[in-house]
DNA sequence: AATCAATTTAAACAAACGTTTAATTTAAAC
DNA sequence: GTTTAAATTAAACGTTTGTTTAAATTGATT
């Protein structure tokens, strides 16, 4: 990918906030344009058409989405703690990202834009790697039971946080959580703790 | 609520269908007019504005989310057993109003719209109680674990149902379900069981 | 057959949309 | 200082948007 300049990267973080906040079709270029402080045909000039920003800033994001693991493989860690780890990784990265998950989840069920995901499945596919070599290890060590359905983690991490999240409201009430910050330190404590609980115990029951 | 007739039943349900695929902003009342053999008129007419329209069907849809459990109380059962069956009817329950959970959750997200979502939140407040009560008997039989948090449950159950449907693309490639009903089995089947061993593994893990 | 309200229609409305144009400004190279 | 390409602008473009209008049609009630 070509490397954008400073007024193009604004642009990019500009149409991040607001299609994550609005969705791309209930954000307009001239919203863009004037969070951004540029004129309407900047946009085009820069990226062709409203379209083409979009995939821009996707193909742009969707390298920050690859989990970092270099240390977790190479420390001395028991597969529980690699699972507690992992699992750490995981929501961090996709709580620093969740405004470019909120776009592509949206698009990917609308289907409206015809956008490549390859390279966002890719990395599912290599995150999901990542775990089944941690699994694998449990498993031969006799700690975690033998049939488990590794594909089908990743979804109730992922999909434990994303509902979490998406219900801000609700639970933000549940559990009395009144600011941003309060929220987003209830998911980097609390809420990692109940997942990694989750995925340990269920690597663990036997039917 | 009033009764609605059936061309205005007709009109809610192609509503329910173009918000859920295309979202909010991505349908006009052009083409819900059209797919649904009607005047453009007809919507304002019928529903004052298109914005009332997503009012009225999210209103008219809410009351089908509310889980009927008198059977599962009535009938004698282990915790264990209450479990799947609260499980299977909570995925089939939101697997039937998929579309709707889509159009409900986009417009929590974006809060473009101001919706009122008391009974929303009510519904799953009510559906929560159930979970509870079921868990505390468990907990009472010496079945179930003392510490468990039960609010971080259905996000977890709901979670990993709504981020597999989401992502059907990568997850129909994954495990190879070439057409919608295959995806929809796989739901009904081999989904529902992987959340039910999972929420039954947390409540059995000890930390 | 006449009346009347409810329904349905085609047309028009202003506003907002994404995009393009053509002119202007900026800033570095010569 | 002149040249040249890139950046930036205001204005206009043709569509599409949601909504309204006013006339036409329908169908039951008198």
């Known amino acids: 990918m070509t490397e954008f300049n400073d007024k193009q990267?604004?642009?990019?973080?500009?149409?991040?906030?607001?299609?994550?906040?609005?969705?791309?079709?209930?954000?307009?270029?001239?919203?863009?344009a004037k969070e951004a402080n540029i004129n309407i045909a900047m946009i085009s000039y820069y990226f062709g058409s409203k379209e083409k920003l979009l995939e821009a800033l996707i193909i742009n994001r969707i390298s920050d989405l690859r989990l970092e693991m270099e240390n977790l493989f190479k420390e001395n860690l028991t597969p529980f703690e690699k699972i507690d780890r992992l699992i750490e990784l995981y929501i961090?990265?996709?709580?620093?990202?969740?405004?470019?998950?909120?776009?592509i989840h949206f698009e990917i069920a609308t289907k409206k834009r015809d956008i490549n995901y390859q390279s966002f499945n890719e990395v599912k596919k290599y995150n999901l790697q990542a775990l089944m070599k941690i699994i694998e290890e449990g498993q031969e060590k006799g700690l975690f039971v033998k049939n488990i359905d590794v594909a089908l983690i990743p979804p109730t991490i992922m999909g434990t946080y994303f509902h979490f999240q998406m219900n801000k409201p609700f639970y933000g009430e549940i559990f009395n959580l009144k600011t941003e910050e309060d929220f987003d330190t209830y998911i980097l404590t609390h809420l990692?703790?109940?997942?990694?609980?989750?995925?340990?115990?269920?690597l663990v029951y036997e039917n």
């Open 192 to 202: 990692i703790k109940h997942i990694q609980k989750t995925i340990k115990a269920l």
């Open 9 to 32: 990267n604004e642009i990019l973080l500009v149409a991040e906030k607001l299609f994550s906040e609005h969705g791309f079709d209930g954000t307009s270029v001239r919203d863009i």
């Open 92 to 103: 961090r990265r996709i709580n620093k990202n969740c405004r470019m998950y909120q776009i």
